[in-house]
């Protein structure tokens, strides 16, 4: 079983800055990638970033070059430092973690408007 708790999110004007947070807990050892996805009501969960066990990194295009995944591994954590927000990126977002099942967050609100 893996755990994650986001957090981080909240309200920023356009052109600002968020990071989430995702605390990871349980079969940390057993975990092969953890990622971000967002999701609008009425349309289908997307991908926003993923980081391997490995620190191999990918990125949807829209966000490419204004977020960044990473995690720190002695305190658990996955990261999403986003710049450069647009209304566009207003989203839940959620923590994911890939093993030999897959596990969600319960998520966390950003809205980016002025």
């Known amino acids: 079983q893996v755990q994650l708790v986001e957090s981080g999110g909240g309200l920023v004007q356009p052109g600002g800055s968020l990071r989430l947070s995702c605390a990871v807990s349980?079969?940390?050892?057993?975990?092969?990638?953890l990622g971000w996805y967002r999701q609008v009501p009425g349309k289908q969960r997307e991908l926003v970033a993923t980081i391997t066990s490995g620190n191999r990194r990918k990125y949807q295009g829209s966000v490419a070059g204004r977020f960044t995944i990473s995690r720190n591994n002695a305190k658990n954590t996955l990261y999403l430092q986003m710049n450069s927000l647009k209304p566009e990126d207003t989203a839940l977002y959620c923590c994911?973690?890939?093993?030999?099942?897959?596990?969600w967050g319960q998520g966390t609100q950003v809205t980016v408007s002025s």
């Open positions: 349980g079969s940390i050892f057993s975990i092969l990638a």
């Open positions: 994911n973690a890939k093993a030999q099942y897959e596990y």
